[in-house]
């Protein structure tokens, strides 16, 4: 679910290719957290390395929300808003003859 926000961030043609680095690399980063608490704990204690923690979490956050575009609202694929359609899109006889037109071209008339 978290792939969701940021993937529109990557160009369609190396998508996936960036979404497998962001995902290992968040693996790495739990790793790397997960192997380091029990050191961390008892060189600090518990109460300083939950506050660390807390403050990792909120440069995390505050890094996303100064540092990534907001995506809502836009189509997955080609990245445009959603329910506008493309301007190259070429009008169908059944359209022109019963005169209905869906809000996205990759939706099928109903």
């Known amino acids: 679910m978290c792939a969701l926000h940021y993937l529109p961030q990557f160009p369609v043609e ?19 957290g997960a192997s380091a608490f029990p ?3 008892d060189l600090y ?3 300083t390395v939950f506050f660390m923690c807390s403050g990792t979490a909120l440069l995390g956050m505050l890094t996303t929300v100064l540092f990534v575009d907001d995506t809502r609202g836009q189509h997955l694929l080609i990245g445009e808003p959603l329910g506008v359609a493309r301007t190259s899109r ?3 006889s ?3 003859d019963t005169g209905s037109k869906h809000s996205h ?3 099928p008339c109903s």
């Open 45 to 47: 204690g518990y109460p």
């Open 39 to 41: 050191t961390f704990v």
């Open 14 to 32: 190396v998508r996936s290719t960036l979404n497998g680095a962001s995902a290992a690399l968040g693996k790495l980063g739990a790793f790397i």
């Open 90 to 92: 070429r009008q169908t």
């Open 94 to 96: 059944s359209e022109s």
């Open 105 to 107: 071209p990759d939706m």
